[in-house]
């Protein structure tokens, strides 16, 4: 097996040597590498192919910017992750990784016929090949693209790890461990400010830490060992919080951010088992330093995308950090000096390389040292095409024309098994741009800079365009002492010697001789799009840069255009004719690099994954076997089945006992407001659409409330207490949206009120008997209390005690049947409903659930606010004309009850259906029409409750339909996808108009 | 995501308040005096504007009070806060 570990370095132990499994075959590498590097040790370079063409792709750089080494980790099924960057993946003992997007593997892919065929895959490709002919959609089109959509496979099992969100408070915050952030991080601590200095890496000092040219020193040390003094300093400071492996994925307003902390991913399996797997940070920092540095570009040029094609930076890294070479023989094509360092380094140890630079000429330090090591230098010069299928071989280079837009003179054939590539740098704005800054352009290097905009935040180093050690130190020290207004010394005579970059020179796309149509200039690698399918774009009308990233899918990958997005930006720019600067750029959104679901939810998974509401008595209904519905965050009982019931049976039962003998139900949940004060009655008066001043003491009054649009917004039934005392009872699901626009009117509006509201609905729990039997049920539990219609009328209200605790009793229906409801401390909440069960036993009292309680209800037409209303129905569309006060002067929503549009006639209004087969059960939500063959058809509205009565014998509905108050025992049709049902509108009472069972 | 300094308790996070629009909106005392198109004016019509705006905030899971803010929509920033009743701050235009 070849090795090309070549030298050692102290960031791998080559003591613990790691075995792990690539594509099904073990490899090792050490302690210290990453998946890549251990990949790269062990020669491996193609890794995986490309999205739409399935070329063979390798390992292009060292960071979160990866677009090609993304691979799946694991294969269980709730384990496996998809997508992972190697180039970040610590390797560990037993890891198992695979590459994506490849069938039957990475070698031979069948998927790379799409390669052959790219002339017919152009940019837009998916629009304008499946449109036609319709009917192909779904049968033909959407399920061959699914199959080849996507990346990686997702688990199909819950996620067994464990996720952590902690909250956190800091003075300072520094995002990015490098020079620049280590300095910012030391000043800010050193004066007493408590500060958080993250790092995405395993170790503080970014790329200066394995810096070793001797042209590059600070205080006579090679960088790299300054800094690591420097962190040795920063790490005894108490009021400094490290926190490596973390990598900030959000930056809110308010300096408000989120990031990661990485805590097992790097370790082996067994060592993972319940520990906490990652930890989303929740932060809030007065002051953010950011210093997130800077990715190395690419350069756009005819098969730039082969394996053994690396940013020349990541090549420096994997030999000076990992201790490996990408080659025995590389290639370093370049428009600046960077590429330089990596030249003279891979010498040092012996590794031969040559230099291909754009620029005419250049000179600095770095050059001097290159040249002086005999290093081969051809100025002037670019890559027009690269050759070898599964690895590069070799390049062809040619001369430069003196515009720079040609190329001149022969072709020369290099041979090589390496490139590495240098378009400059990119300035790492996203933490910028996300926390609402903008950005500036700066011509000479053609980057987007931070446009310093706030007190708050602050960019240093060079994700601020400050490139030499020299200029990012000093601007650092200084920028920092301003922006945190101390004045700190420690850096004042430190002394700085670099090599000064004097020469520029930016192609975004390079000349060749082929044209374009006939070149694979790759510009995002992770999703295939070419200067070719740009260039398209902008032949096909798009302009706007939003607009031709989604038509390219250029910058839409995992890697979200860390890459590509400037070099799209520039052909659209050249192309166009128009400034860079002016153009923009595409939105840098959240995360910076992606984030799995579990970080996210942290904790609130499975029964935390949502509050859940449960009334006193809910112990007794999971005994008694109850089925339950959840109304809001509320667990309420739906049905009770007995003897293995299903739904329907269960509801049939419960409905015929609830008005043959007696039902109870459980209605704990519904809302319960507490008013007092002086004003109160007037509150009432102002809130509900009906009066209230004259209710008596002791006595119930049903209110509709409104919005101020006039449409139906809550109900319920509302006790007056004492004469300054009422309580006031709302929907299940409505109770805490009125308390909030009772008080906003209250506090708000008619702050002169004298009224105060006390949200009760925990406080007390309520059992509702109702049926012929209950009045004889209340007896025995209430012997003392008058149930006689004089003394205790419907519509009113008593106290009484059940074994001396207090008790309010509501003799209210919304069954239509003799009903009572009694309240009590929730407390006694389940002892009540046991003693309710006890006492009813002989009248065969049957709980009942939500279903049978909206059966009851539709029998007699009443409405649910939610269901039968959806926030377009007024009182009269309703038919519930008879609760709105003509005499009163004002209340919510009145104004609105004539205007225009409310008082339209054809308007939709609730009527009754009855199916002409009464054993028909219509769907609610149906749609309803009265003419099928004209078309369109014309829908006049919909079902809203739809139930079979077990009391009536028949199937019965309500509905909303328009002008329906004039439509009764007319014929309507509700069309279902395999029939016609025929019915015929009528009253929406359905049982006992009369109300006689009230009194029963 | 804001820090809002609710008028009675403090600095608090966004999360604990619900937002209400647009402040200084009086209720018509005598709603049935309004034309269609008076009562739509304050039913309906909203600012919305881009820069400084005055709204409306309550800190629903806190002290449950409503309150005025000054914020500018440009950029988030809240530039005043003040209790309902108070007279806006004649500094923002």
């Known amino acids: ?1000 | 995501m804001f820090l809002i300094n609710c008028p009675f308790c403090g600095e608090r996070d966004q999360s604990e308040f619900s937002s209400g629009g647009e402040a200084h909106i009086v209720r018509p005392k005598q709603p049935t005096e309004l034309s269609d198109d008076e009562w739509a004016e304050y039913l309906f019509m909203r600012k919305n504007i881009k820069g400084i705006q005055f709204e409306r905030w309550n800190h629903v899971h806190g002290c449950r009070k409503w309150f005025n803010v000054v914020r500018d929509t440009s950029n988030d920033k809240i530039l005043s806060v003040y209790k309902m009743g108070e007279k806006p701050p004649v500094n923002y235009k």
């Open chain 1, 1 to 1000: 097996m070849p090795n090309y570990r070549i030298h050692k370095t102290e960031y791998i132990d080559e003591t613990k040597r790691v075995s792990f499994k690539y594509d099904g075959k073990t490899y090792f590498g050490y302690e210290g590498d990453t998946l890549a590097s251990a990949l790269l040790a062990n020669g491996i370079h193609l890794v995986g192919r490309s999205f739409k063409y399935h070329r063979p792709r390798g390992i292009v750089s060292c960071g979160a910017e990866e677009p090609n080494a993304i691979c799946q980790i694991g294969s269980k099924k709730d384990l496996t992750e998809p997508n992972v960057r190697a180039t970040e993946l610590e390797l560990y003992e037993g890891l198992e990784a695979s590459s994506q997007n490849c069938w039957p593997n990475v070698k031979f892919d069948i998927g790379g016929i799409n390669n052959f065929i790219s002339p017919l895959i152009p940019a837009g490709f998916y629009y304008k090949t499946f449109m036609w002919p319709k009917s192909f959609w779904k049968k033909v089109y959407e399920p061959l693209i699914r199959l080849s959509a996507g990346l990686g496979k997702s688990p199909t099992e819950p996620d067994p790890d464990i996720y952590d969100h902690k909250y956190v408070h800091y003075d300072v915050l520094v995002i990015g461990g490098g020079v620049s952030g280590i300095i910012a991080a030391k000043m800010a601590a050193k004066n007493n400010l408590k500060t958080l200095l993250v790092d995405d890496k395993k170790i503080l000092g970014g790329s200066t830490i394995y810096q070793n040219n001797e042209s590059i020193k600070i205080d006579d040390k090679l960088s790299s060992e300054w800094l690591k003094n420097e962190i040795q300093e920063i790490k005894k400071l108490s009021n400094l919080t490290i926190k490596t492996r973390t990598s900030i994925a959000a930056y809110h307003g308010y300096n408000f951010l989120l990031a990661k902390e990485n805590l097992t991913d790097h370790l082996p399996e067994e060592k993972k088992k319940n520990k906490i797997r990652q930890r989303l940070w929740k932060i809030r920092a007065k002051k953010v330093v950011i210093a997130t540095g800077s990715i190395e570009r690419p350069l756009v040029f005819n098969n730039n995308d082969r394996p053994g094609i690396l940013l020349s930076n990541s090549i420096n890294k994997y030999l000076d950090y990992y201790g490996v070479t990408c080659g025995e023989n590389i290639i370093l094509f370049t428009n600046n000096d960077s590429a330089y360092e990596t030249s003279i380094s891979l010498h040092k140890k012996g590794i031969k390389n040559i230099i291909v630079d754009l620029r005419k000429s250049a000179s600095s330090e770095l050059i001097k040292q290159a040249e002086s090591l005999g290093i081969k230098i051809y100025f002037n010069h670019v890559v027009t095409n690269t050759f070898g299928y599964r690895k590069i071989n070799s390049l062809e280079i040619m001369k430069l024309s003196e515009d720079g837009n040609t190329t001149v003179g022969n072709k020369i054939r290099l041979s090589c098994d390496c490139l590495g590539m240098s378009g400059g740098w990119t300035p790492m704005v996203h933490m910028h741009t996300q926390s609402g800054g903008k950005l500036d352009f700066r011509d000479e290097d053609q980057v987007f800079l931070p446009k310093e905009n706030s007190e708050d935040q602050i960019s240093v180093g060079s994700c601020n365009g400050d490139f030499d050690l020299e200029n990012i130190i000093d601007k650092t020290v200084n920028k920092i002492n301003k922006f945190l207004d101390i004045d700190n010394q420690d850096y004042q005579d430190t002394n700085i010697i670099c090599s000064k970059e004097n020469d520029k020179r930016n192609i975004w796309l390079l000349p060749n001789k082929i044209p374009l149509g006939k070149t694979k200039c790759f510009i995002d690698f992770q999703n295939d799009s070419t200067a070719k399918d740009i260039k398209l774009a902008l032949k096909e009308g798009f302009r706007s840069i939003e607009h031709v990233k989604r038509y390219t899918t250029t910058g839409m990958a995992t890697d979200q255009g860390k890459l590509s997005n400037m070099h799209a930006l520039g052909i659209i720019a050249d192309t166009a004719g128009v400034k860079m600067g002016t153009l923009g750029t595409t939105t840098f959104r959240p995360p910076f690099t992606p984030l799995t679901f579990g970080t996210l939810v942290g904790r609130n998974v499975g029964k935390f994954f949502e509050v859940v509401r449960k009334t006193s008595m809910h112990e007794w209904h999971v005994k008694n076997n109850a089925e339950f519905e959840n109304v809001g965050q509320w667990k309420r009982p739906w049905y009770y089945p007995k003897n293995g019931e299903n739904m329907h049976d269960a509801v049939q039962r419960e409905s015929k006992a609830a008005r043959d003998s007696a039902g109870i139900l459980d209605a704990s949940t519904l809302g319960k407001i507490d008013i007092q004060g002086s004003d109160a009655s007037e509150f009432l008066n102002r809130v509900y659409t009906n009066a209230w001043s004259k209710l008596a003491i002791g006595k119930c009054r049903y209110g509709l409330m409104l919005n101020e649009d006039g449409m139906v917004y809550d109900d319920g039934v509302t006790t007056r207490i004492s004469e300054n005392h009422y309580l006031m009872t709302t929907t299940t699901g409505g109770a805490a949206n009125v308390l909030s626009k009772l008080e906003d009117y209250l506090q708000t509006e008619w702050p002169e009120l004298d009224v105060y509201l006390t949200s009760v609905t925990d406080h007390y729990s309520t059992a509702s008997i109702c049926g012929p039997n209950s009045k004889k049920i209340l007896n025995k539990l209430f012997p003392n209390l008058d149930l006689s219609d004089e003394n205790f009328p419907h519509m009113s209200f008593k106290e009484d005690k059940l074994e001396n605790i207090n008790c309010r009793i509501m003799r209210i229906s919304f069954t239509g049947e003799l009903s009572y409801e009694i309240n009590i401390e929730s407390k006694y909440g389940n002892s009540l409903w046991k003693m309710c069960i006890e006492a009813g036993k002989e009248f065969n009292l049957t709980p009942y659930g939500t279903e049978t309680m909206h059966l009851l209800r539709a029998e007699k037409g009443f409405i649910i606010v939610g269901q039968d209303t959806d926030g377009t129905m007024t009182p009269s569309d309703l038919q519930m004309d008879w609760i709105v006060s003509k005499k009163k002067y004002d209340f919510i929503g009145k104004r609105s009850l004539y205007r225009s549009d409310t008082i339209r006639e054809d308007r939709k209004q609730l009527v009754g259906l009855l199916t002409d087969d009464p054993k028909e059960i219509l769907e609610e939500g149906a749609q309803i029409v009265s003419d099928i063959k004209s078309k369109p058809i014309d829908m006049l509205g919909h079902v809203t409750s739809s139930y079979f009565s077990p009391n009536l014998n028949k199937s019965i509905a309500l509905a909303v339909v328009r002008s329906g108050k004039t439509m009764k025992g007319q014929k309507l049709i509700i069309p279902m996808e395999n029939k016609n049902i025929n019915v015929t509108v009528s009253d929406t009472i359905f049982l006992d108009k009369e109300n006689k069972r009230l009194n029963a």
